[in-house]
């Protein structure tokens, strides 16, 4: 079982930054792939990034690309997700998930992944 714990959310205006972190409790951190999502109101979650085991490799969605940054600490067994040019279309609640599916699978949609943590809210404000 692993459990995974969000941090970092909160309001930010347009242009600004976030940094979350979602810290895993779980002696093999290094064995999944870990992939951030999101949600915003009336909508389907939707995939945001996803980072291999060692961290060499990562992809991005479209809408995030250039702007976001996943990256991971497995001696921290923390995933963290940099987020820069915020706008209010960033708005959600944004989860961390683990994935016991390699990257080369390119693991991009909820089913795909394990478990997931409970969430912590970004409002970006304009």
């Known amino acids: 079982q692993v459990q995974l714990v969000e941090s970092g959310g909160g309001l930010v205006q347009a242009g600004g930054s976030l940094r979350l972190s979602c810290a895993a409790s779980?002696?093999?951190?290094?064995?999944?792939?870990m992939g951030w999502f999101r949600q915003a109101p009336g909508k389907e979650r939707e995939f945001v990034a996803a980072?291999?085991?060692?961290?060499?490799?990562?992809y991005y969605a479209d809408s995030v690309k250039g702007r976001f940054t996943i990256s991971r600490d497995n001696a921290k067994n923390t995933v963290y997700l940099q987020m820069n040019s915020l706008t209010p279309e960033d708005t959600a609640v944004y989860y961390c998930?683990?994935?016991?599916?390699?990257?080369?699978?390119?693991?991009?949609?909820?089913?795909?992944?394990?478990?997931w943590g409970q969430g912590t809210q970004v409002t970006v404000s304009s």
């Open positions: 998930a683990a994935s016991r599916l390699p990257m080369s699978t390119f693991p991009a949609t909820s089913h795909e992944y394990d478990f």
């Open positions: 980072i291999s085991w060692t961290g060499g490799s990562t």
């Open positions: 779980v002696r093999t951190f290094g064995r999944y792939t």
